[in-house]
């Protein structure tokens, strides 16, 4: 499993102390947003889509340092927007090492290399540089909406592991995706020499220009996860909980809990989650006491959560099940050790799929030379 064991120590004695102390909410991971502009503009992604005067907006560090102590979760990801964006944000990371939280670092990679060149930051346990990749090279070009990006991306990977830093990648699948691809992908990342990688379902930003792409089916997304998880090969690593895995391919069912990634950023606390926009609190304890959390997750009905999977609702649900019972623990205990998955099932599954077209384009049933072909590429993009 890819995370470090002073990690791991952290975040068990946070879980069971919340639990000793009777709290059924607790924060796991802050969602620090610190800004909104991004130099890539991605279909699937609803921030970029805010008006200009919106976009040129940053959190000063105070006010990051201050949500980060009124949260109290021992772990804190920055995403944005691309936060190497933000004129301080080597103070910001900084101040949470200096709090001894657990920082990952989302960022597209376009400028890590020349910031790490620059000497911005230094290896640290608590730092680690989470790099969004969708994919193998024309797959993540196509899925960020620009040539090249993916050579960028993995040159800067390979400079930060060389350099001593922790480095994660975030993969974010969408409708279409080609299972096999997805697993050449995971091989050429474990060849950076990367600490783990993170993977989740795409759901859909109501802001996001591409709304056809985002996944609509539970049962899809199991399958698909199912493919792409089960048969696993030796040498994957994912840094994230092996309980949460298992969901997303079907073997375990929890029930959301946004309060575990509480989101803030330029407008305050988010409610209820990083993924919904139905107001904003002015401090945290307005957050966890009167968000009426009865309204969200799939059993509340509501339709906005039925089919969402996301981690930032479902892995803090992962977690706290590991530290609720003998059972959980021991559950995630076996998921670490026998973690190949073997299923003759997904494996024939996975030999089918091989002859289908994939990607966001494959309803239009494209080919060459008669044979159907990787419908997200740069070649199915000019052919279309």
């Not at 399958?223 to 994912?238: Q, S, T, V, Y």
């Amino acid at each position: 499993m890819g995370v470090p064991i002073s990690q791991m120590y952290t975040v068990a004695t946070y879980v069971m102390s919340q639990r000793l102390r009777g709290r059924k909410r607790y924060p796991l991971v802050l969602m620090l947003e610190p800004l909104f502009r991004c130099n890539l503009a991605c279909a699937g992604c609803g921030k970029i889509q805010y008006p200009a005067h919106i976009l040129k907006r940053d959190l000063s560090k105070e006010d990051c340092l201050k949500a980060v102590d009124e949260c109290g979760a021992p772990m804190v990801s920055i995403p944005g927007g691309e936060p190497l964006l933000h004129p301080e944000i080597r103070e910001i990371v900084q101040g949470l090492i200096d709090r001894k939280k657990y920082i990952y670092l989302c960022t597209n990679a376009i400028l890590l290399k020349e910031k790490l060149e620059a000497g911005w930051f230094k290896p640290s346990k608590y730092l680690t540089f989470s790099v969004h990749l969708d994919g193998q090279g024309d797959h993540h070009d196509f899925a960020v909406c620009r040539e090249g990006i993916y050579d960028v991306a993995t040159e800067a990977i390979r400079l930060a592991v060389d350099m001593g830093f922790r480095v994660t990648t975030n993969t974010t699948l969408f409708d279409g995706a080609d299972p096999n691809a997805v697993r050449r992908f995971f091989d050429e990342v474990m060849e950076m020499g990367v600490e783990g990688m993170m993977v989740s379902p795409g759901y859909a930003y109501p802001k996001a220009p591409d709304q056809k792409s985002f996944m609509r089916e539970r049962e899809n997304t199991n399958e698909l996860f199912e493919m792409i998880l089960a048969n696993r090969k030796k040498g994957w690593k994912f840094n994230q909980s092996p309980l949460f895995l298992e969901f997303l391919m079907g073997m375990r069912e929890y029930e959301c809990t946004p309060w575990g990634n509480p989101t803030y950023n330029i407008f305050g606390w988010q409610k209820p989650c990083y993924l919904l926009q139905d107001g904003y609190a002015d401090s945290f304890d307005e957050l966890m006491n009167e968000t009426e959390w009865e309204n969200y997750g799939r059993a509340s009905g509501n339709p906005a959560c039925q089919q969402c999977m996301v981690h930032s609702g479902y892995e803090a649900s992962a977690v706290d099940h590991t530290f609720a019972s003998f059972g959980g623990m021991w559950a995630t205990v076996k998921a670490m050790v026998f973690n190949a998955y073997a299923n003759p099932g997904a494996k024939k599954r996975l030999q089918e799929a091989a002859k289908k077209p994939h990607g966001p384009l494959a309803h239009l049933g494209l080919t060459i030379e008669g044979k159907p072909f990787e419908a997200d590429s740069k070649e199915a993009v000019e052919a279309a």
